[in-house]
């Protein structure tokens, strides 16, 4: 394999710019348990800090960069992979980019943390695990697109919490309780922890 190529631009002088270190926010969690209003939440508290940041969301990904991918176990993985990268890429330029899909596998989510913090192609950058917990019970009654209907009813395969299994963080970085807790709360919670890690 080639040796990466290097930016004329150094990861410092970007970090000097934006002011912060770039970094990786990984949500997980059920469908419906509220990882894209979370992302949305957090991208708009960092923007008014004058953080830059951007939010990688399982549908647009999936319009776009995964299109080619189903939900087998193998397709998962090999989507959760490019999302590792492209938001590792996204953080050595400087932003916080957030990401938001349901990463059922603990494996997968750990490569994507290797990913992040790997120093092959320079210093790695920080890398936070949010597990997005909210009950099953709870998911199914906010059901926003109606797929877990679909999915009890048949019309879905391998639809992670009632076909496929999720696997909950075994030691995640932050805990949401969004069954419980409100988005305002939850933003609070996220920020204290990751502030201090992107913080020149």
């Known amino acids: 394999m080639a040796e990466p190529e290097q930016s004329a631009v150094t990861r410092t002088d970007r970090e000097t710019r934006h002011g912060h270190r770039g970094a990786v926010v990984w949500l997980t969690g059920l469908s419906g348990a509220g990882k894209t209003t979370m992302a949305g939440a957090l991208e708009r508290a960092l923007f008014a800090r004058q953080v830059t940041v ?39 330029a400087g932003l916080i980019a957030v990401t938001a899909f349901i990463s059922p596998y603990a494996s997968d989510r750990d490569r994507a ?11 790695g950058v920080p890398f936070l695990e949010v597990y997005v917990d909210a009950p099953l019970s709870v998911c199914e009654a906010r059901d926003p697109k109606g797929l877990y209907r679909k999915a009890r009813d048949g019309q879905i395969a391998h639809f992670t919490g009632v076909s496929d299994p999720y696997e ?5 970085d ?20 990751l502030l201090p890690l992107i913080a020149k």
């Open 54 to 92: 951007f939010v990688l969301d399982g549908d647009n990904i999936r319009r776009g960069l995964s299109s080619d991918l189903g939900f087998s176990a193998t397709d998962r993985r090999e989507n959760i992979r490019r999302i590792a990268e492209v938001a590792r890429l996204f953080a050595d």
């Open 113 to 123: 943390r290797r990913i992040a913090e790997s120093t092959e192609a320079g210093p």
């Open 168 to 172: 909950p963080p075994a030691q995640p």
């Open 174 to 193: 932050v805990v949401l309780h969004t069954g419980r807790d409100g988005i305002e709360v939850c933003v609070q919670q996220l920020l204290a922890h």
